[in-house]
């Protein structure tokens, strides 16, 4: 098929030294640092400002809001960003949907007498507003971590919302709904998600912690090295004086009236995690709850990493060297995308990433090594205190008892926990036999929600732990008409020669 | 070290499985060796397409027993008799319509051809620009994911071993072959190398050339949409395959090449090219407008060996005596479960019902290329 051909339906390619995929903390910070050293950057990002989840702005309709510690970082990247406009091209509301290594042709061509060429291009499909192409020969890849919620009967009823999508509303809309609100689940999310809706003037009924205040305790060593974020851990415990708060309990059924949460079951935990005692129950207009964060791999995925089981940070984490260097020429992964350690080190491990990406379009290895190695100890101290959190916030093995045969825990195909266990009895015995016979996964979240569970019903049952399936283009859902203009006239589709006879 | 197995099936895709199965029911003991899961290659990565209408004229004759064995493994695979239309959108597709369906009918599909009112009038979401269509009843679907299920289940009610996650890393040749995974060496007085587009690096093993490449087609699928269609439409050129699932999800294939992965894993064997997938949806879009409304979930790619002349491998590995090898059936999906009935009783020493395809031969290359 002749390339200009086939090039047609494509509207635009443009170009930069490096693009970065994710403008939260990680990607922004990536890019300043790309920036600062003299390099252009695409920075695409599916928020209409940068900051991601953590440092969400407040959105634009709301004129007047009391600045917070999340919403003067996200000014304060924004604006740095912005003082680099002539080098940082920010793509905003824009998703990148397939990722691909491509030759660069151009530079191959041009460059003969000098270096054989098989120089390579990582070229990003992006859908926005205006579908385009982005080429580049680094490729940083920062894009966070979602949330994960054990399921429980009845967590898919309206008025149960995670704990991370509450934070999204809150900072975003500054929005409490009303009626009687639980906070429940691990880590420090749910005394921060339980402090604002307390200071937005939400009604608390109470907040049922997966944790205990030993787990707390024991995490204190590693808070030490970071007293300015344990500080503010306080602040929000005082806050919450008068809130009744559950130290070792979950909840684990959720029960609706006209189709709304209306109440709530709730049991002690033993020393595992385990449910056990009576059940007791509290009624509530509204339940924001999560077990901790997911890694979000599937970029670097398609960018062509493999991945690795790693529990203590968050799952299953991209195949790194362990100074984060690429494994893949040009590819680079920072932030909570490659193990949970939290903002302030993705801060720090942004800036890394930037100066690698400056190492390599330098073609020195030395260029930044001075840099670089002036980030290390901080970045120690930051991911201590990260990786900390990361282990309050996971779930202890016991806990896994509240997904009941009949919970849901595919929402997109509606698979309950016994459907998972059916196919894994056919001998259905990796994620992928599971995913083909049941569809678990091959709903529009793509196996982001449900990856993690169905990891944990397979580990159950025979033993094996099992990779989630592989990332596949579209990242997200994409509408046919974004992916695939159509042609002026039919005659322009290169269709090519038609299959043998 | 334990009695070797009469036969080790390298390959536990459709040929594999199916060949096990014949020649087990013929009184021999075989065992599946798997690098990654049954049925989950190419078996299950392909759009699941029972077209007569995109067969080979001179495959014909198999893809009709294909045909029939896919109906009779009915519910368990997911089969869909829906009948199925190819439409040509110009005066040149109407002409190439016209005499390749001419062919494969004369050939024994029972395809006709129908005026594009017809076509309308069955299936309103079809584009009106349509020049000309055939039909072909017997024509319709299967759920390719379904494959892997379908022969875990099958092997286990025939007794068959089968290993999974074994890559063959090495194959050397005693009185026995014994043949090397990580897990363990398994000996076997004969060898099948059933392993589809990893068949040239599985014959290296042995010290065989085969001249297999590999193409590797895109397949996609939307989200759920409300109904657009109901028969299995295909494109007078070949380059177009769509079905709508009952779940409403709409799958769209048509062989558009992807980019081989330069070290294939066992998971893929290439990546989607976001140019030839453009063209494979923009294509789509034209044929059935609904598509419009629709979100775009995944894109992957199915992977198919081919020879130079496109026509398969199946019969004795030349220069190994008690080797044999299967692949390369253009349509494997449809042809391949009777293709591993044929090869099942040409190691069992039976006149198979239909003639085999020499791997020794000279290989043409196809012209129409």
């Known amino acids: 098929m002749p390339p200009n051909k086939s090039l047609f339906l494509r509207s635009t390619i443009t170009h930069a030294d490096v693009a970065i995929i994710g403008a939260g903390p990680a990607g922004g910070h990536a890019a300043l640092c790309a920036a600062e050293n003299g390099l252009s950057v695409a920075l695409i990002d599916e928020q209409p400002e940068p900051g991601g989840q953590v440092w969400r702005q407040t959105s634009a309709a709301i004129l007047a809001a009391p600045p917070t510690p999340e919403s003067q970082a996200g000014k304060a990247l924004a604006a740095a960003l912005a003082r680099y406009g002539a080098t940082i091209t920010h793509h905003a509301d824009a998703r990148v949907w397939q990722i691909e290594r491509i030759d660069d042709d151009a530079s191959n061509r041009k460059s003969s007498n000098k270096k054989p060429g098989n120089r390579k291009l990582w070229q990003l499909e992006i859908a926005a507003q205006e579908p385009h192409t982005v080429q580049a020969r680094a490729l940083i890849v920062a894009t966070g971590a979602y949330e994960y919620v054990q399921p429980f009967e009845g967590w898919t009823i309206p008025g149960v919302i995670g704990l991370a999508g509450a934070t999204a509303l809150l900072k975003q809309d500054l929005l409490v709904p009303e009626g009687d609100i639980v906070v429940a689940g691990t880590g420090p999310l749910v005394f921060y998600v339980a402090a604002e809706i307390d200071r937005l003037g939400g009604r608390l009924a109470a907040i049922m912690t997966v944790n205990s205040r030993k787990d707390w305790l024991g995490a204190l060593p590693a808070m030490m090295g970071r007293t300015d974020l344990l500080r503010r851990g306080l602040g929000w415990l005082t806050r919450l004086r008068r809130v009744p708060i559950h130290w070792r309990t979950a909840i684990t059924r959720a029960h609706a009236h006209d189709n709304h949460l209306d109440a709530l079951e709730y049991r002690a935990l033993n020393g595992a995690g385990t449910p056990h005692g009576g059940t007791h129950k509290i009624k509530a207009a509204m339940l924001c709850i999560g077990h901790g964060l997911i890694p979000d791999t599937r970029a670097a995925q398609l960018a062509g990493l493999n991945l690795s089981y790693a529990p203590a940070l968050g799952g299953w984490v991209p195949d790194l060297d362990p100074d984060g260097a690429p494994a893949i020429e040009g590819l680079f992964v920072c932030g909570d995308g490659r193990g949970i350690r939290g903002v302030a080190a993705a801060v720090l491990d942004g800036q890394r990433a930037g100066l690698q990406a400056t190492a390599f379009m330098r073609a020195d290895s030395q260029a930044t090594q001075a840099a670089q190695a002036a980030l290390v100890r901080p970045y120690a101290r930051a991911a201590r205190f990260g990786q900390a959190m990361t282990a309050l916030s996971s779930l202890p093995a016991g806990l896994a008892a509240i997904t009941t045969p009949q919970t849901i825990v595919c929402r997109c195909e509606s698979l309950t926990r016994q459907d998972i266990q059916d196919e894994i009895d056919t001998r259905a015995h990796t994620h992928q036999a599971i995913k083909a016979g049941q569809r678990a996964g091959m709903g529009p979240c793509g196996g982001r929600f449900c990856h993690k569970v169905i990891g944990q019903i397979l580990k159950a049952c025979t033993g094996t732990t099992s990779p989630p399936p592989p990332a596949r283009p579209p990242l997200r859902p994409i509408p046919l008409t974004t992916l695939a203009p159509e042609p002026a006239r039919y005659e322009d589709l290169p269709l090519g020669k038609p299959t043998p006879l | ?369």
């Open chain 2, 1 to 369: 070290m334990s009695e070797p197995f009469d036969i080790a099936i390298i390959g536990g895709g459709i040929m594999g499985c199916a060949t096990a199965l014949r020649l087990a029911d013929g009184g021999m003991a075989p065992i599946v060796i798997e690098q990654g899961d049954i049925g989950r290659g190419a078996s299950s990565a392909n759009a699941g397409t029972l077209s007569l209408q995109i067969k080979r004229v001179k495959l014909m004759p198999y893809a009709l027993r294909g045909h029939a064995l896919w109906e009779s493994f009915g519910q368990a695979v997911g089969f869909r008799k829906t009948g199925g239309y190819t439409l040509a959108f110009t005066a040149q597709e109407a002409e190439l319509l016209l005499e390749r369906q001419r062919l494969k009918a004369d050939a024994g599909a029972p395809i006709r051809f129908i005026s594009p009112p017809e076509v309308r009038t069955a299936e309103p979401g079809l584009t009106e620009r349509i020049a000309a269509a055939s039909f072909c009843p017997a024509d319709g679907f299967a759920n390719s994911l379904l494959t892997g299920r379908f022969y875990r289940t099958r092997l286990g009610e025939a007794g068959i071993p089968y290993r999974t996650g074994s890559p063959v890393r090495a194959i050397s040749r005693d009185k026995t072959f014994a043949i090397t995974t990580p897990g363990e060496i398994i000996t076997a007085r004969r060898v099948l190398l059933a392993t589809g587009g990893w068949l040239q690096s599985t014959a290296r093993l042995l010290g065989v050339d085969v001249p297999v490449r590999t193409r590797i087609n895109t397949v996609s699928v939307t989200e759920r949409a409300p109904p657009l269609l109901s028969s299995q439409v295909g494109h007078a050129t070949g380059l177009l395959t769509l079905k709508q699932k009952d779940n409403g999800t709409v799958l769209i294939g048509g062989g558009w090449q992807g980019h081989p992965n330069k070290e294939p894993s066992h998971t893929s064997m290439g990546r989607v090219n976001a140019d030839t997938l453009r063209t494979n949806l923009a294509l789509a879009r034209y044929a059935l407008p609904g598509l419009d409304q629709t979100r775009l979930l995944r894109s992957w790619t199915g992977f198919e060996g081919h020879t130079p002349d496109f026509y398969p491998l199946a019969g004795a590995l030349p220069g190994v005596k008690d080797g044999f090898v299967l692949g390369c059936v253009r349509g494997g999906y449809t042809i391949g479960p009777y293709m591993g009935q044929l090869m099942g009783d040409f190691i069992l020493g039976r006149e198979p019902e239909m003639p085999l395809f020499d791997p020794a031969r000279t290989f043409m290359q196809d012209s129409s290329l």
